[in-house]
């Protein structure tokens, strides 16, 4: 079985978009969604990083919803704003608020900054 800081460093992959996706949601379906507390809270810069990530082509709109999807709901992931959490709400259901344009991550880029 993991110790803590196994899954704070699978964590810290998902919030920094390190490796494959597949791969880090694979390794988190060893622990629960539900905590008591945030392990981790994701900065407004980690935030930024996948959002210019993503505005700069170095990944899909689609990797993009699946990372915000992967993060959605986890209380052991937490938002330095609140503003970082609507925007992710709105990343990872592009059915209901809209598929991802460069001027929607322009604008989210600008709000954060």
Not at 43 to 54: A, E, I
Request: charged share 35%.
């Amino acid at each position: 079985m993991m110790n803590m800081s196994e899954r704070e460093e699978i964590l810290s992959d998902l919030v920094h978009l390190r490796r494959s996706l597949a791969d880090i949601r694979r390794d988190l379906t060893k622990y629960p969604w539900d905590f008591e507390k945030p392990m981790m809270i994701i900065s407004k810069d980690d935030f930024l990083r996948v959002l210019k990530k993503c505005r700069d082509g170095q990944i899909t709109p689609e990797e993009l919803t699946n990372w915000a999807d992967a993060i959605t709901l986890r209380d052991d992931i937490g938002f330095e704003t609140d503003e970082m959490l609507e925007i992710i709400f709105e990343l990872a259901n592009p059915e209901v608020n809209g598929q991802i344009s460069k001027g929607r991550l322009e604008e989210m880029i600008k709000e954060l900054s």
